[in-house]
């Protein structure tokens, strides 16, 4: 029988709160020490090997000839769009950007070179030519409906037309190359495994396994589709007859909840996965076959969804299609309309039918207002995965099954730019990764980018994502427009401030291409409104330099706690574990209590707008900085006046981080470090250091008192106990590098100056003191 999580939550409304109930427990600081020899990532699942230039297999060779072959034929093809194949055929020529990809942040690691001309600026290049373009789809209805679907299969994601220019496209494009190498690679690593075993988790269901199944099946169908061996038919067959409850031992509760619809994006993503597979594979089908497709995934999927949607679902399973703006909302209409654009015209039940009426009318009221209006995508910077994964699959496979997204990518401009949410979000140290950070990600991938960078005419979005760690998948091959040449960083802003109703936070960096960059991000904004995946975190920072975070993020707390989704009220649960509570941020804390949930903040910033070049050597000019300011008082308790700002120094090479409180309660100044942390100085200086590399932390013209200290990564001894049998995590290795003082007026000046090698310290500066009242561009060298 399915877990009931209403039990373990107490809530009378939902069984989740307005969150989910993914359990992911980490083990604090998700960015550990990073050691110095960089390496490749596995083949296995994603990454980009080191030195890529053309990949031609044993299995791609056999399958799609010799790339010299393709490229001989491309030439004598080209006519009238010379100019565009010749671009295209410089871009082919360079090859892969990236050298390889970094083992412990899976971010992409860049050669070192000043040759502009092999770096141009993001284009989609005009051609016709079918060895590098895609050809228009044939199918266009002049008056789209959910219920009136292409004649042709797939209908989904990849109709027939994209299949049959594929393997020339892959031919003559060496990114289409590898990631197919890699799907090859991924779908025989998996071919060996045996069939997912079933495996219900107290917090996240089964939505790993549904998860890692759908993985499989893209992987397996895709690879016939390319060979046409029929074992790759089979074994899908096999892992659809698993998931069915159909072999030796059984999958999971004989009756319709097997696919534990209780916790619904479980039932969807089975869902998504068995459409594909039935889609994809049609016409390998026995009758026998697809009739028993149609009914596990009537049984246990579809007509659940139904009762989702009915005023009779007593067990509340679809308290997601009310009001729920997030990735829940995404994901589970997702797998039910895949599910239903599947089997239209097969179904004879009318079930089908019937949930595409509900289905997409409800993801464009809920689903797609998830982004702010600037992109921000509301819960946080890890859950855009999972969101936008089923926004995009939602979207890309009504536009192929029936000619129309019905308004779900347009209907909120804010889907455009959650593309910038994302890219912005991420530094050389990974993701700003405030909040919880989900579970196990498996299909939820950026590859979104791909989808919204054609969608929305923006190639940047495919530059960027094409060279990261996992962008080979299945759905990257019909997403990705081959005629895109440029650089994403080329004339791209190296800072952006977000800032709408919700959420407010900045980015600022010194380089798009360097990994050992500096990269700053902090954040405002309010403390409910996330789906109750947020923390009391106003004020909260991350800062990269040298190759490694400095100061980062602790993560989810333990999704089995007590009331960890209750609510985001000020009296909720979730507030009293130490990675939710304000003490585990990098921010202020006041009197030893946990911010006001009823947070207002506002903020203000500048940026010297200075953007990259084409070259991936960048050399920041003089005078370029940005700040971001917040007025946070309204975020406090026994606060009158609060603002916290930080700004970039010198050429983007130190950062000054400045408080100015006025408390009646005490004040703490703490940042969570994975540094081995030295104080001198009588406590005005800290010396951080991750293996060779050094950060130096400055306390300027410090207030009486004030020095700096460091506790552990714990719970203060004056804070309240958690709920019985729900004790906090442990954060080993984290050191908390503090400021104490009592309550009282105070300005606190943090100089962050990383020691870069071959900089000598005559090069550095130390600022004027400056009011946050009287910062600008050229407040500060």
């Known amino acids: 029988m399915a877990a009931n999580y209403a039990t ?7 069984p989740y709160g307005s969150g989910d109930p993914y359990y992911n427990e980490s083990t604090g600081y998700v960015t550990p020490q990073r050691p110095p020899v960089k390496k490749t990532s596995s083949w296995i699942k994603f990454g980009i090997p080191v030195a890529i230039v053309v990949i031609v297999g044993v299995v791609v060779g056999a399958v799609l000839g010799t790339r010299a072959a393709n490229k001989n034929a491309s030439e004598s093809a080209a006519g009238s769009s010379a100019a565009a194949t010749s671009a295209i055929g410089a871009k082919n020529n360079l090859g892969i950007f990236p050298m390889g990809t970094d083992s412990l942040y899976m971010l992409p690691l860049y050669p070192a070179t000043t040759n502009t001309a092999a770096f141009t600026t993001p284009t989609f290049v005009s051609t016709n030519n079918a060895n590098y373009a895609w050809p228009q789809d044939p199918f266009q209805p002049s008056n789209p409906n959910p219920t009136q679907v292409r004649s042709d299969r797939p209908r989904l994601i990849a109709p027939s037309y994209k299949w ?48 890692q199944i759908k993985q499989r099946v893209k992987a397996f169908s895709y690879v016939y589709r390319m060979t046409n061996d029929t074992k790759w038919v089979d074994r899908t067959w096999t892992e659809l007859q698993n998931a069915a409850g159909n072999l030796t031992g059984g999958w999971g509760p004989d009756n319709s909840t097997k696919w534990n619809p209780s916790h619904f994006l479980d039932t969807a993503e089975l869902t998504a996965a068995y459409a594909i597979a039935y889609d994809w594979l049609y016409d390998q089908w026995t009758s026998d076959q697809k009739a028993s497709i149609i009914w596990t995934m009537i049984e246990y999927g579809l007509n659940n969804g139904v009762t989702c949607y009915s005023s009779n679902d007593p067990l509340y399973y679809g308290w997601w ?22 089997i239209l015209g097969d179904d004879t039940s009318g079930i089908a039918q019937q949930l595409l009426g509900m289905t997409v009318s409800n993801a464009v009221q809920n689903c797609a207002l998830a982004p702010s209006s600037d992109g921000t995508w509301s819960e946080t ?16 496979s009504l536009l192929s099954a029936t000619g129309s997204s019905y308004d779900l990518l347009d209907v909120n401009p804010g889907l455009n730019l959650s ?3 994302h890219m912005y979000g991420t530094g050389p140290g990974s993701l700003f990764n405030y909040g919880d950070t989900g579970p196990n990600k498996f299909t939820a991938t950026a590859n979104g980018l791909f989808f919204y960078g054609g ?16 962008a080979p998948d299945p759905w990257t091959m019909f997403w990705y427009d081959p005629t895109v040449t440029g650089a994403f960083w080329d004339g791209l802003a190296l800072d952006h401030f977000f800032n709408n109703n919700t959420d407010q936070w900045g980015s600022m960096r010194s380089s798009w291409t360097d990994e050992n960059a500096l990269f700053v991000a902090i954040k405002a904004g309010t403390l409910q409104g996330h789906q109750t995946h947020n923390d009391l975190d106003c004020g909260d920072f991350v800062m990269d330099a040298l190759g490694t975070r400095w100061f980062g993020e602790l993560g989810d707390g333990d999704y089995l706690s007590y009331g960890y989704f209750e609510s985001d009220a ?20 006041v009197g030893g209590e946990n911010q006001n949930v009823l947070a207002a903040p506002t903020i203000q910033y500048d940026s010297s707008g200075t953007a990259q070049g084409s070259s991936t050597v960048f050399n920041v000019p003089s005078g370029s900085n940005a700040y971001f300011i917040g007025d946070l008082a309204s975020a406090y308790f026994n606060v009158t006046s609060f603002s916290r700002g930080i700004r970039l120094l010198n050429s983007r090479t130190q950062v000054l981080l400045q408080d100015e409180i006025n408390a009646q309660a005490s004040v703490m100044w703490r940042a969570h470090t994975n540094a081995t942390v030295s104080i001198g100085n009588n406590g005005l200086t800290a010396t951080l250091t ?15 008192g004030a020095q700096f200290s460091t506790m552990d990564a714990v719970r203060l001894s004056t804070d309240p106990a958690t709920p019985s049998g729900s004790p906090d995590q442990p954060n080993p290795g984290v050191t908390v590098l503090v400021i104490s003082l009592p309550a009282g007026t105070y300005t606190l000046e943090v100089l962050m100056t990383p020691q870069w090698p071959g900089v000598s310290s005559t090069s550095y500066v130390t600022p004027s003191s400056v009011p946050l009242s009287q910062w600008s561009l050229t407040s500060h060298p």
């Open 381 to 396: 910077s890890d859950y855009w995965y999972f969101g936008t994964t089923g926004h995009v699959e939602l979207s890309a």
């Open 419 to 421: 593309s910038l949410f």
């Open 570 to 589: 000020q009296d909720s649960p979730r507030w009293l574990y130490y990675r939710k509570r304000t003490e585990g941020q990098n921010t202020i804390l």
């Open 164 to 211: 049959a220019v594929l393997p020339q496209l892959i031919a003559n494009d060496p990114y289409m190359a590898s990631w197919n190498n890699s799907i090859f690679g991924n779908a025989s690593t998996y071919n060996a495994l045996p069939p997912v075993a079933y495996y219900l988790d107290g917090g996240n269901g089964i939505l790993d396994v549904a998860r």
């Open 321 to 342: 299609t009310n009001n729920t703006m997030g990735n829940w909302n995404c994901v589970c209409n997702n797998g039910l309309t895949m599910g239903a654009l599947a």
């Open 455 to 470: 969608y929305y005419n923006q190639p940047a979005y495919q530059l960027f994502q094409r060279d990261q760690a996992d």
């Open 8 to 14: 373990v939550n107490n809530t009378q409304t939902s």
């Open 690 to 704: 991750i293996d060779t590399r050094t950060l130096h932390v400055d306390l300027l013209n410090a207030p009486s």
